[in-house]
């Protein structure tokens, strides 16, 4: 399947953004009054919201690769059709 190289820099885009946005969440989560009782153990709002945040940076980083690998693709291809050209 061949991906245009519009589609592998918007995949791309989104993995870096999955990144930035769910690290920052992470974080925010780790610094939040809800995330933790009293005796410092894990709220299930933490639980919850860590799964999330886990899932969605996994999701977002095979999105990444995929478009990564879709943007070699394209140069590959036309570094070949330049060398056929020649």
């Known amino acids: 399947m061949r991906m245009s190289r519009r589609t592998s820099l918007f995949l791309t885009a989104f993995g870096v953004w999955s990144w930035v946005i769910w690290i920052t969440f992470a974080r925010n989560l780790w610094d939040s009054d809800n995330a933790f009782t009293a005796d410092g153990s894990p709220t299930p709002f933490f639980w919850v919201h860590l799964v999330l945040a886990v899932v969605s940076f996994v999701l977002g980083t095979i ?8 943007l070699r693709a394209t140069r590959n291809r ?5 060398v056929t050209n020649s």
């Open 63 to 70: 999105i990444g690769v995929i478009g990564w690998r879709g």
């Open 78 to 82: 036309a570094h070949s059709e330049d």
